[in-house]
């Protein structure tokens, strides 16, 4: 059975870089991923697709601080110059099923 | 500008009934397969029902199964969610999600995944 595991929390100073992890569980280290954000008192939003390879395909207007990679069964969301609208919720959803991660929440400092 | 617009939310006691409506704009509605997305107070999103183009194929997470039905409209740019008997644990935001297709050559198959979202509708199953 295909599980998704992120870390709970996460914490970065403003202008620094972060790099947010998407596991997969053994046997499943093929699936692409896609990121969500959801900042406070919003719905989410779609960041970016991150490939079993490492390639990543973001959606319309994101800006060039985001970025992805992949390692294995993990799947990164990297994101450089936080600004203070940085500071959210982020979730990873298996693509080809539907199911979500846990979810970070990234503390901007 | 892609847009996806959900309503009817509300206040329902529970085993009452609710009829959520999304209305889409500024893509080709018929063309795309569209979700249905919950999230529960301080929890994160709940997958709960998917519609093929034309409505043949459809989905539902158990834990709706039996007391939930999605349904489109294409004519009207429209998806919609019956939700019957409906309990506490229903409470959440609803969410109207687009679904979006690409070839995955790892795969040698078509995938999916979410990649626009509505505002959100709230339900709320009180006595």
């Known amino acids: 059975q295909l599980v998704v595991t992120q870390s709970p929390s996460a914490s970065a100073s403003l202008g620094a870089s972060v790099k947010l992890t998407c596991t997969l569980n053994s046997g499943h280290s093929r699936y692409a991923i896609a990121w969500h954000q959801q900042q406070p008192e919003k719905g989410p939003r779609y960041l970016i697709k991150v490939n079993s390879d490492g390639s990543y395909t973001k959606g319309d207007g994101i800006p060039d601080r985001f970025s992805g990679s992949s390692s294995g069964a993990e799947r990164y969301l990297s994101i450089s110059s936080l600004q203070s609208e940085d500071e959210a919720d982020y979730y990873c959803?298996?693509?080809?099923?539907?199911?979500f991660g846990g979810g970070t929440k990234l503390t901007v400092l | 500008e892609v847009q996806l617009v959900e309503s009817g939310g509300g206040l329902v006691q529970p085993g009452g009934s609710l009829r959520l409506s999304c209305a889409v704009s500024?893509?080709?509605?018929?063309?795309?397969?569209i979700n249905w997305v919950r999230q529960a107070p301080g929890k994160g999103p709940e997958w709960i029902s998917y519609i093929s183009t034309s409505g043949s194929t459809i989905y539902y997470a158990d834990s709706v199964k039996g007391r939930f039905t999605i349904s489109r409209d294409d004519a009207k740019n429209s998806l919609y969610l019956q939700m019957n008997s409906l309990r506490a644990e229903d409470t959440a935001v609803y969410y109207c999600?687009?679904?979006?297709?690409?070839?995955?050559?790892?795969?040698?198959?078509?995938?999916?995944?979410?990649?626009?979202w509505g505002q959100g509708t709230l339900v709320t199953v009180s006595a």
């Open positions: 999600v687009r679904d979006r297709q690409y070839y995955d050559h790892i795969w040698g198959s078509y995938r999916s995944y979410f990649d626009y």
């Open positions: 500024g893509f080709n509605f018929s063309t795309y397969e």
């Open positions: 959803q298996t693509t080809g099923t539907r199911i």
